[in-house]
């Protein structure tokens, strides 16, 4: 390229654009400023005297390249285009900053909106996110859910439960389609979202289960079915309806409000006085950790429901907000039981405590009871009956005798301490501490937090063979040994199964025989349990009767899962015999002296030569078992 | 300069505007299909998906987590690129260059974590729109040109 050219491309770089007219009026008001047009007449020049004024210049040839005008304006319009291009990119990068920064800085949980966070909650169910879902519910009332999530969702993978700890719900299609929500504002930050119109669809895809589950499910297909979420309540004549609260600006889905509002419009309840809580935060609670547990306890001996309202953290549990539909609907409620002795200890961690509760009392019918951590020692009530026989040999029952049994219960099952005991000698794992948080400088009794502990370490202590054999499937298990004939096993002290081999061939008859040292098991007849399993993994139908003198005959040469369930607290021995050289005791074992001897007037098997009669008995609740079954009658 | 070539330049602008828009738009769209995280985005997306119990090594969630906020970033930031010096210029070039590399890192990662049966959009999303920006930078067109 020339030199010229580039002075050219210098010169065309100076300045800015304009047209020819803008530049000679530049010109001349420069000229005229500097004095050079004095008598300079305005007019323009007559025929020959342009050529006299000119400069005589020696017109050289100049080899230019050619430019192509057409480009010159799109060269302008490219420019601005760019720029509003450079202009979204920066703003994008704004928009990703302040993003990233919400996401490490803020909760990065809940909707813009109380519709949003409804639309958030369906979406994660929609697409199986239980942590989705968990971020979208108020924070403070779900404080550590995700972890418990995480947990079991973990420990399901580790059981083989789920293929994917990821996908926990792989092969159950939930699906909220056309969800129509309307918004009522129930106080600053409060909203009720109703739902007008939608449906929910569930649809079960048994290959997406894992083997488990479909081993489990056997017997079942795919399954679907739809509810109009809208008509979920129309039993209590209610709209279906969730409430939201608003935290730092983003809308939450409230379960405990959606709760006790949904509590208080059944019960026609006075209306909650929304946020009181909160704004009361620091004149409720208690002074310690300490205070909080025991005053809990003692109001909840007392009756005094407006104290335990009180102890409860207005953001978790907002019973404060409903005390006036809560006092109404309690008022006729009195509990039966005094506090004798009571004693905490509190270890503090931040705004969190951990509480161990120890103490006793009575009930108002002088029954001992006592909670050490999570444990509860209370009265397993049993119920016998007594009865006469006539001279036709029909039974009467003639007096009942309640039997109270100290029953200690720890982790889930202590949980349940005011309902019926629950046998369930898994559910070892026990969280010693009630979780007490502080808010605003007062400590606060956290019923979440302390049943979240609770379950989390039931999680832990779920192991495969509690699991089996809760799912009914514990022939599944790998075997714990092999059952030869007239040796005797030990079962372990659960009520997790015991699995075992046996290689029988067709025609050959068993019978099984039992001992154990917990008498109250014995004398309940409330002992082992026995399933037979062929190879093929389908149960013998005759195994039930193995412990009670019924001899199982074995339809084929192969190997048997022998799966004993033990319900005793003491080791139990199990010895499978064949029949013909089984002892006396196997083949006519006693009646447990718990059972109602009787008279036989029933049907009588002529298949066994058994007869087997259960009596009338009153309508009553009972954990006492007074059926029998009486061999060799 | 040959006329085939020159028709190539508004195409590679577009190509590497869409891919820009691909990287920033893989941030809202699904990064995992189903089950847990696949509601969520950026940190809490992070956090859900290494609580799985899976691994990367060398990265931490930290890590990860700004491996994740920066495919958006490259992809606003190539816009800025394009927009001042176009699509060829060195400077949108490094841009695709690091871009391609942030997204393979990333996918990689979610591949490890969720596995791809549950792999959603967002990842190959992003993958394709680095590949893009690579490719509409060392497209045959004339040097120079600015984005449209």
Same mark, same amino acid.
């Given at each position: 390229?020339?030199?010229? &050219? ?57 080899? +230019? ?115 129509? +929500? ?68 983003? *809308? ?116 001992? *009871? ?85 379950? @989390? ?47 029988? &061939? %067709?025609?050959?008859?068993? +019978? ?21 399993? @062929? ?7 005759? %195994? ?9 005959? +074995? ?21 499978? *015999? @064949? ?8 083949? &006519? ?45 | ?11 590679? !602008? ?32 992070? !956090? ?68 791809? !049966? ?31």
């Amino acid at each position: 390229m020339s030199e010229l &050219h580039d002075r050219f491309e210098r010169l065309a770089r100076r300045g800015t654009p304009r047209g020819v007219d803008s530049v000679l009026d530049a010109a001349r008001s420069v000229a005229e400023g500097t004095g050079s047009l004095a008598g300079v007449v305005d007019d323009a020049p007559v025929d020959g005297e342009a050529s006299a004024l000119a400069p005589v210049v020696e017109i050289q040839p100049v080899d +230019l390249q050619p430019f192509d005008l057409r480009h010159a304006p799109s060269s302008r319009r490219r420019r601005r285009t760019g720029s509003m291009v450079a202009a979204g990119g920066v703003a994008a990068t704004l928009f990703v900053g302040v993003l990233a920064i919400g996401s490490f800085v803020g909760s990065g949980g809940g909707s813009d909106s109380p519709e949003g966070a409804v639309r958030q909650l369906a979406s994660a169910v929609s697409h199986g996110d239980p942590l989705a879902a968990a971020d979208v519910l108020a924070p403070e009332e779900v404080r550590s859910l995700d972890g418990t999530v995480n947990a079991a969702t973990k420990k399901a993978q580790e059981l083989t439960l789920v293929q994917d700890a990821s996908a926990p719900l792989s092969g159950l299609d939930l699906s909220v389609d056309n969800l129509g +929500l309307t918004t009522q504002s129930l106080g600053d930050g409060y909203a009720k979202v109703t739902v007008d119109g939608g449906t929910i669809s569930a649809h079960t895809d048994k290959p997406k289960f894992s083997p488990l589950m479909q081993k489990v499910l056997r017997d079942s297909g795919d399954n679907s079915a739809s509810t109009d979420l809208s008509k979920l309540a129309n039993d209590e004549n209610l709209p279906t309806f969730v409430v939201t609260v608003q935290h730092d600006g983003h *809308w939450y889905v409230s379960v405990a409000y959606t709760v006790l509002e949904y509590v208080r419009e059944v019960n026609h309840a006075p209306p909650a006085d929304f946020g009181s809580g909160v704004k009361a935060t620091a004149t409720l609670g208690a002074d310690t950790p300490d205070a909080a547990v025991t005053g809990a306890l003692q109001a909840l001996s007392q009756g005094d429901w407006s104290k335990l309202i009180a102890l409860a953290p207005p953001d978790e549990i907002p019973v404060y907000d409903y005390r006036a539909a809560i006092l109404q609907l309690a008022a006729d409620s009195h509990p039966n039981f005094n506090i004798g002795k009571v004693s905490t200890a509190a270890t503090v961690s931040g705004d969190t405590a951990k509480v161990k509760l120890t103490a006793s009392g009575t009930t108002n019918d002088g029954a001992k *009871w006592g909670v050490d951590g999570s444990c509860f020692t209370g009265s397993d009530e049993s119920v016998s009956f007594g009865s006469v026989t006539d001279s036709s040999g029909a039974i009467t029952p003639d007096t009942t005798q309640v039997t109270s049994t100290p029953t200690t219960e720890c982790g889930v099952g202590g949980l349940l301490f005011l309902a019926a005991p629950v046998r369930d000698t898994d559910s070892h794992a026990s969280s010693d501490a009630i979780t007490v948080v502080k808010e605003d400088g007062r400590w606060f009794v956290s019923p979440v937090g302390t049943v979240l502990d609770i379950v @989390d370490q039931a999680i832990a202590g779920v192991t495969q063979r509690s699991l089996y054999t809760l799912l009914n499937v514990p022939q599944l298990l790998p075997p714990d040994g092999t059952l030869t004939l007239g040796k005797p096993v030990t079962l372990p002290a659960s009520s997790a199964a015991g699995v075992y081999t046996f290689t029988g &061939h %067709a025609g050959e008859r068993v +019978l099984g025989q039992e001992t154990s040292s917990d008498t109250t098991a014995v004398n309940d007849g409330f002992t082992t349990e026995v399933r037979v399993f @062929d190879s093929n993994g389908k149960a013998l139908d005759q %195994a039930y009767g193995l412990f009670e003198g019924e001899a199982l005959q +074995l339809p084929a040469d192969g190997t048997y899962t022998f799966v004993f369930e033990s319900f005793t607290r003491s080791p139990e021995t199990v010895t499978i *015999w @064949d029949e013909a050289n089984a002892p006396e005791a196997a083949k &006519h074992p006693s009646v447990p002296s718990g059972l109602q001897e009787c008279t036989i007037t029933g049907s009588v098997d002529n298949g066994t030569g058994r007869t087997c009669f259960t009596p009338a008995l009153p309508s009553q609740s009972a954990t006492a078992t007074t059926s029998t079954s009486v061999p060799g009658a | 300069m040959p006329e085939g070539t020159r028709r190539a330049a508004p195409v590679a !602008d577009v190509v590497y505007l869409a891919g820009g828009a691909a990287l920033l738009g893989s941030a809202f769209i699904q990064w995992v299909a189903r089950g847990e995280g696949s509601g969520l985005r950026g940190h809490a997306l992070v !956090d859900a998906v290494v609580a799985l119990g899976r691994h990367v090594p060398a990265l931490s969630i930290g890590r990860l987590t700004v491996l994740w906020y920066l495919v958006p970033a490259f992809g606003a930031a190539s816009w800025i690129a394009c927009g001042l010096t176009g699509p060829r210029s060195r400077v949108s070039r490094a841009l695709a260059g690091a871009a391609l590399v942030m997204s393979v890192l990333v996918f990689g990662a979610f591949v490890r974590l969720v596995g791809v !049966d549950r792999l959603g959009w967002g990842p190959k999303v992003a993958l394709a729109g680095a590949l893009a920006l690579c490719a509409a930078s060392w497209l045959p067109l004339r040097r120079g040109g600015r984005c449209t």
